[in-house]
């Protein structure tokens, strides 16, 4: 017996003791028996604790952290991205080995988005799987979700993209802590599947970054409960309770809550407004970089780049210095490329002598929060004395809590903002004479640019310039826009495909 054909069936039969004991000893296709006796009613070995280290392609990485792409990688979802641009590590994986066909299917949490040139690369990468199949040959694909943007701005997505094929012939195991088995430097090359979801950027049959894979044999799947043959009436399947098929509470949420007069000063405003954008690049992020929109209803309208909120009820005390209105109006933002929906109502301000504070409800897929403490106020320059009948306290900075910054929570968890970032200012207008006439504003103290496309009526939505980051996992980053594409001489770099086709997609749109 050949040495080629002898290890892999001693290795087999390390599968086989590791299907048996629960073990973590653990063989993938190049490892396993060619002989395929038995394999209709072989037991599948789960799969656990798996990790899968790859970086896509490391001049890829490089190029975009480069003076010239101007761009920026972002993990999320439980993925890491080792030190200097390095590697991705995506986590969580579970699967199973097939111990009949060899064939193996790990899937991992975590996910990374490539962007660059003022939001034209725009790639994102989640849901990634690593598959393997054979024996004689083995090979095997890494799998991902895609999401890119479109000539015309919007974002399409495709799921289960094959972005690289891999050559598991000469992969050897090796022992991991905790008894697990690494599979390390396994060859990779662009599918191509790959190389459109990177717009052509590199041709099909490309050389990626090897794949590292870690996972540990966590026992067999039970066999399941043969389907009963006799003919049964179906039962109709439940019909699913909707994420939210309406649009959120107009004025305030439907959950009752006991009507209360205002906690300060004395309920003498005759009327009032709440002039604020939430935050520019949040704004700018949805509707121009993500293809949403964000939507006024129920007594908030638009007004320029940011929101007006009309006054549901209010009070104010200049000797002591307090102010407290509550105002109506919902702001809702939504883009289905990013699952993005977020609804914002109910907003009160409170505010006494140099701070306050900003409370709302907010809505999300996963419900409503009423009376979140969403950002604190700085008014420590505010003024509380009314002029011509009026009070303003005016462009009052703001900054996300920690309750507030947990409502930008991404699909899997990721967080956009951190507690402490600063959020559009807040300007709150109240006449406390019967007589008197709130002012009119364009701009509502809001700080920043537009958040672009074309908006009628109570709707903002479509494309445009991109304003501040336009990172779905850092859009408070801020970061200013520099030139795009500095010079011609520079796609002798690495990565001068990414550059040629940026400035081509950039000539056509």
Known sequence: MSTVTRRPVVLAAAVATAAALGTSVLALPALAADGADGAAAAPALQLKDGTLDWGFKESFR???????????????????????????????GAGTYDTGTHATATRFKGSVHFEAHHGVLDITLSDVKLTTRGTAAPTGEILADVVTKAKDGTFVTRNDVAVAALDMTGVRPGQGAGGAMVFKDIPAKLTKGGAEAFAGFYKEGDALDAATLTVKAGGTQPTPTPTPTKTMTPTPAPTPTPTRTTAPPTTAPTTAKPTAPPATGTPSVASGRLTWGVKETWRSYVVNTCGGKAVTTGGATRNGPVYDFALASGAWKASSRTADAAFKGTVRFECAAHTIDLAISDVKVKAKGPAGTLVADVTTSKGTRNDVTFADLDLTKADYTAKNGVVTLKSVPARLTKDGAAQFAGPNGEAFYKPGTAIDPVTVALTVDKDATLPSTTTGGATGGTTGGTAGGSTTGGGGTVGGSGSLAATGADVPAGTLLATAGATALAGAAVVLAARRRTTES
């Not at 972002?74 to 200097?84: L, M, N, R, S």
Request: glycine fraction near 16%.
């Open 62 to 92: 490089k190029y975009l952290a480069s003076p010239m792409a101007q761009g920026k990688t972002t993990v999320g979802g439980g993925a890491k991205q080792a030190a200097d641009h390095g590697v991705f590590t995506f986590v969580e």
